[in-house]
């Protein structure tokens, strides 16, 4: 019981302890006082979860002490159905795998109901079979959309193979595009062979939702890597980004040598460079290394792109790295993209660069002096913190201090013996 919970409902800290004891010791078929609001806060939640909900949090934290009364307010014949939707959704986002009975129950309650969709789904997430009669009746065409997306949910995690000619099925209509790509998504957890050929001619199919094509090829990796490899050489290109980047996703999980000119390709492509760029670092493409500078050099990588790129580049060491890098750092960059400059500096080895850094000891952004620290010492092994006197002399940038016999560091970068320090996020 945690004294959140306490505070909120006024009690005392030994009546919350004792009414945690029972409910240890009488199992889940019924709440105490101290447990009674908790379903009916989760149930008031306009969405159920986790960063919505406090009431989520509070069961979520008490180790599961308080977590029997959502079960609780979910049988109760007087909730209401769509509070036994949130619940229900509740426990499953709480695994709460020893309640699956609570489930059942709840959706033998809502029989024809709007919201058993919801419950069934929420059962088969705990891991539940006994759901599966209900999500194949509900993932029918003709029944609403918003069910035949959750059932479909529902039999993928079960892996329910039972479900799998209705699911492809459901690839066929062009009709409904959101159920091809939530039917795409389900048989690629079910894994059944049978949905092969229906997932390649969805994926391949021009003008068609593309989230649909998408999961399409992402699930047919998984049933036939050969025919996906095949599709995905010719996604690459795709103008749009989302299928360009699954299909240069498809072609790294399934590597072949001569996949590499489309991979190469892929880096002039706006969406999917960062995915290319893991393919190099991947398999150390050295040929993709002058593009890979290039991209450095001419700015406009998003975030998660620049992080790919300059990975792969620490990777391959292309021939003037440390200075594309070093040009990019004295430019206009954003703090975020120079910290991830500065980190990549140690990797690439170059020892040459080290009296270039060392202006950025004094730079009025903490996390630019704590990252240029970090690149000073694990390039030169020296340990000498922020000093910049210090740096100054190690790096010969102070000639009159240089040759003094008070200093006690190497003064020769080619003799430092390089040593970890941790980067600075």
């Known amino acids: 019981m945690s004294k959140i919970a306490d505070n909120r409902r006024g009690r005392t800290t030994g009546l919350a302890l004792a009414a945690g004891w029972l409910l240890a010791g009488l199992g889940t078929g019924w709440a105490t006082d101290a447990h009674a609001d908790l379903g009916d806060e989760v149930a008031a939640c306009e969405f159920a979860d ?79 079979p006994r759901a599966i009669p209900d999500l194949l009746q509900l993932v029918a065409a003709g029944q609403p959309l918003r069910n035949r997306l959750l059932a479909a949910g529902g039999l993928g995690v079960l892996h329910a193979k039972e479900g799998a000619e209705l ?9 409904v595009p959101r159920m091809q790509a939530e039917g795409a998504k389900a048989l690629a957890l079910i894994g059944d062979p049978r949905a092969e050929l229906p997932l390649a001619n969805l994926a391949g199919t021009a003008g068609a939702f593309v989230p649909a094509r998408t999961e399409a090829l992402q699930a047919l990796a998984r049933l036939s890597a050969p025919r996906a490899r095949t599709l995905a050489l010719l996604l ?29 390709a892929a880096l002039d492509l706006p969406g999917r460079r960062g995915a290319a760029a893991r393919v190099a670092a991947d398999r150390l493409l050295a040929a993709m290394g002058p593009k890979l500078l290039t991209l450095v050099a ?9 992080v790919f790129v300059l990975d792969a580049i620490g990777k391959l060491k292309p021939a003037g790295a440390s200075q594309v890098l070093l040009q990019r750092l004295k430019s206009d960059a954003a703090v975020e993209e120079k910290i991830e400059l500065l980190k990549t500096f140690p990797r690439i080895g170059d020892l040459t660069i080290l009296a270039e850094l060392v202006p950025y000891l004094s730079d009025a952004e903490n996390r630019i002096v704590a ?43 080619k003799t430092a013996r390089p040593a970890p320090a941790p980067a600075v996020p």
């Open 167 to 175: 699911l492809i099925q459901a690839l066929g209509d062009a009709k």
């Open 50 to 128: 986790f960063q919505r909900c406090a009431a989520l949090q509070t069961a979520a934290a008490s180790r599961k002490a308080e977590i029997p009364a959502l079960a609780a307010k979910l049988t109760a014949a007087a909730t209401p159905a769509a509070a036994k939707a949130k619940l229900a959704l509740g426990l499953a986002m709480l695994d709460a795998r020893e309640h699956k009975d609570a489930l059942d129950a709840a959706a033998k309650q809502l029989a024809g109901a709007a919201e058993l969709a919801d419950v069934r789904a929420a059962q088969a997430r705990l891991g539940d």
């Open 236 to 264: 690459v290109a795709h103008p749009s980004a989302e299928l360009g980047r699954a299909a240069v996703e498809v072609l790294r999980a399934h590597w072949v040598p001569w996949a590499e000119p489309a991979v190469l």
């Open 371 to 413: 990252n240029t620290v970090y690149a000073l010492e694990n390039l030169s092994g020296q340990h000498l913190g922020p000093d910049v006197k210090a740096w100054r002399r190690y790096t010969g940038l102070d000639p009159a201090a240089k040759d003094s016999k008070d200093s006690k560091v190497s003064k020769d970068p």
């Open 298 to 306: 001419n700015a406009g990588l998003e975030a998660d792109e620049l």
